[in-house]
């Protein structure tokens, strides 16, 4: 069993930068995956960015490419998800999620995912 806690939302400026976190503890960190999706008010939830078990593998939705940088601390049971050049479009409840995984892989579905954060609401102002 894992336990996530995301954090680290907030309302910003477009244009702004924030650093969202999703600390583990129950298991070891070090074997999962990652991945961090959103949900906007009304929309279904999309996939931003996900990270294999040794940070070999990274990838990003299009929409957040080259402004958004994932990364993880094993040490410290904990995924970074920075956020640079925030836009409205941006605006969502950002959730963490992982899966003990030790082939490489990301998953880009959330149900591939076994274990949620609780979320954290990121607001970007124009």
């Known amino acids: 069993q894992v336990q996530l806690v995301d954090s680290g939302g907030g309302l910003v400026q477009a244009g702004g930068s924030l650093r969202l976190s999703c600390a583990a503890s129950?298991?070891?960190?070090?074997?999962?995956?990652v991945g961090w999706f959103r949900q906007a008010l009304g929309k279904e939830r999309e996939f931003v960015s996900g990270i294999s078990w040794s940070g070999g593998t990274t990838d990003y939705v299009d929409s957040v490419k080259g402004r958004f940088t994932i990364s993880r601390d094993n040490a410290k049971n904990t995924v970074y998800l920075q956020m640079n050049s925030l836009k409205p479009e941006d605006t969502a409840v950002y959730y963490c999620?992982?899966?003990?995984?030790?082939?490489?892989?990301?998953?880009?579905?959330?149900?591939?995912?076994?274990?949620w954060g609780q979320g954290t609401q990121v607001t970007v102002s124009s």
């Open positions: 999620a992982a899966k003990r995984n030790l082939f490489g892989t990301i998953g880009y579905s959330g149900r591939w995912y076994d274990y």
């Open positions: 129950g298991r070891t960190f070090s074997n999962y995956a």
